[in-house]
């Protein structure tokens, strides 16, 4: 047991006088109180003040995860040391890359995708079209080949060498479908992660041989869910012949505006008034982007093409990004339309020089497909509601989210307005924080 000369008030103060771990709330109101005074007499525009929401907003999202890490930590009863251990145990059970890797295990994805009539399709035709000019006595790699499907159609079209990559077990599955359809002396199954594949010389190349084309469908919802494009960059970069080309060659993501009367249901629900769902729903809308078929019929605005991508030429920082959007209303004059939210869609271009070119879309006015739309939420009670003349422009940043890079953040700050003697004249503004899947 301590006396009272055991106790020393040096072993009671912080070492660092401003440990944010140590502060309590009353302090941190004092520190906010005294920044607000220091800007009473500053007037920030329009922009910083939404910029600021927007940060505040994700801070919000992060102090609701720390929180929860804390709690996590603090249940620990084995933790020894204080802090590390638990921290190190935690981030151990994170991984994005096992859990995404399994899923492509199980044959439903599988089926979904070759099901997938443009998709399958639009492949099959761009590299049988192109035999000659691309596939014919060429080295192929196909990342990501699931059942195989890409690498057969490669092996059609007359490619000497296939090379079939692939981290799930579904790559048994894809050696079994090569031999029963005769190409096992062309396509080379491999089971592995592409990077450590490249990173311990593990790839069926003998020395000086390089890859002349690489066929991958690596596309995921908003184009880029699930994060493999840079895992088929790595393979460009390292493998490709600098005559060789990436299959497709070319990626687009575009936006446009849609009206959407979803949460009216809860208006009336078999006669029972259920409207207080609504706020609920709302929120929930807005903080994750929903993946569906938007129909149509729904599309209110212009479809902007927001970014392109040159898949021979483009880098791994390109895939994090900010663009400017304008949105113009397809109504008539004198007509009012209400945006409540915008929707991301893509389209790819088999085009390289040369060849046989093929398209296909995403989007909503197309045939669809098993990537769907993934749409963004305007807040219900701030939905913009734009006469003909106005438009809805605005930035949207696009990054990898940073707890699991498989995941995507998406925001947008957008405002209304119009022209008026060459000056935009803001009418009201506000701000979308979603994300896909993380």
């Known amino acids: 047991m301590l006396s009272k000369e055991d106790y020393d008030d040096r072993f009671f103060k912080p070492t660092l006088s401003d440990d944010a771990v140590l502060m309590c ?18 007037t920030p525009d329009k922009d910083t003040i939404l910029s600021l929401n927007m940060q505040l907003s994700a801070l919000k999202e ?29 981030l151990k059970n994170i991984d994005n890359d096992g859990y995404y890797f399994d899923s492509y295990s199980h044959h ?46 490669a092996a059609k079209a007359g490619a000497k060498k296939v090379i079939a990559i692939d981290n799930s077990d579904i790559v048994t599955q894809a050696q079994n479908i090569v031999s029963a359809n005769g190409y096992g002396d062309i396509i080379i199954c491999v089971k592995g992660k592409l990077e450590d594949l490249i990173a311990n010389n593990k790839m069926p190349l003998i020395d000086g041989e390089k890859i002349d084309v690489i066929v991958s469908e690596w596309m995921g919802y908003a184009l880029f869910f699930e994060t493999m494009l840079p895992s088929v960059l790595l393979a460009r970069d390292k493998l490709m012949s600098p005559s060789g080309t990436m299959y497709p060659n070319g990626a687009t993501l575009f936006l446009e505006g849609a ?7 809860w208006d009336s629900v078999h006669g029972i008034d259920m ?3 609504k706020k609920r729903v709302g929120k929930e809308l807005c903080s994750e ?13 212009n479809r902007l093409e927001l970014i392109g991508f040159n898949l021979n030429t483009c880098k791994d920082k390109d895939l994090d990004f900010t663009v400017p959007f304008e949105l113009k209303p397809n109504s008539q004059e004198g007509e009012t339309t209400k945006i409540d939210k915008v929707v991301l869609s893509f389209d790819i271009a088999f085009d390289a020089p040369n060849t046989n070119p093929v398209h296909f879309s995403t989007g909503c006015q197309s045939e ?3 990537w769907q739309q993934a749409s963004l939420w305007f807040e219900p009670s701030t939905a913009p509601t734009l006469s003909n003349d106005e438009i809805l ?22 405002e209304v307005g119009s022209n008026s003697k060459g000056d935009f004249v803001r009418r009201c503004d506000g701000w979308i924080v979603s994300k896909v899947g993380a």
């Open 393 to 414: 422009r605005g930035n949207l940043s696009l990054t990898r989210n940073v707890k699991n890079p498989r995941a995507l953040d998406i925001n947008l700050i957008w």
């Open 275 to 277: 409207s207080s769902m």
């Open 259 to 265: 009206k959407d009367a979803s949460l009216e249901y």
């Open 108 to 153: 439903s994805i599988h089926e979904t995708m070759l099901r997938d009539f443009v998709r399958t399709s639009s492949y099959e035709q761009a590299i049988l079209s192109n035999s000659d000019t691309l596939f014919k006595g060429k080295n192929v790699l196909d990342i990501g080949c699931g059942t195989g499907v890409l690498s057969i159609f």
């Open 62 to 90: 992060q102090l609701i995860l720390a929180k929860s890490c804390i709690t996590s930590l603090t249940d620990d009863t084995n933790m020894v040391q204080v802090g590390y251990k638990a921290q190190d145990k935690a």
């Open 368 to 370: 669809a497909t098993h």
């Open 289 to 301: 982007a929903t993946v569906a078929t938007v129909n149509k019929d729904m599309i209110v605005t």
């Open 25 to 42: 709330l009353d302090e941190l109101q004092h520190l906010n109180s005294k920044n607000v005074a220091s800007l009473e007499n500053e």
